[in-house]
């Protein structure tokens, strides 16, 4: 089983939901915090979210208000509820713990928002 592997993106107008998900191997996903990524264009990889195995969550301030971190202790996934979205949106979305594990990354998944 592969460690990490994200599903969901999608290409939506803006202000519309996208529901993300990763599907974690139960290695990676008991006691670890969570996080979801996003890389866009020539630019750095951030975290946008990230969830402690309690469920305390954190948001990037740019989607604060407009991002859900959730996980699922019986399905071993991590989700992310996007709503609102806006063009500057656009990147590709992991999924790793948090500090991230650079052997575990997967391959992502792609979330485009047309203005």
């Known amino acids: 089983q592969v460690p990490l592997a994200e599903s969901g993106g999608g290409l939506v107008q803006a202000g519309g939901s996208l529901k993300l998900s990763c599907a974690v191997s139960?290695?990676?996903?008991?006691?670890?915090?969570m996080g979801w990524y996003r890389q866009a264009p020539a630019e750095q990889r951030l975290m946008v979210a990230q969830?402690?195995?309690?469920?305390?969550?954190n948001y990037a301030d740019s989607v604060k208000g407009r991002f859900t971190i959730s996980r699922d202790r019986n399905m071993y996934t991590i989700d992310l509820h996007m709503t609102s979205l806006k063009p500057e949106d656009t990147a590709t979305y992991y999924c790793?713990?948090?500090?991230?594990?650079?052997?575990?990354w997967g391959q992502g998944t792609q979330v485009t928002v047309s203005s």
């Open positions: 790793n713990t948090v500090p991230a594990r650079d052997n575990d």
């Open positions: 139960r290695k990676v996903f008991s006691g670890n915090i």
């Open positions: 969830i402690a195995f309690r469920g305390d969550t």
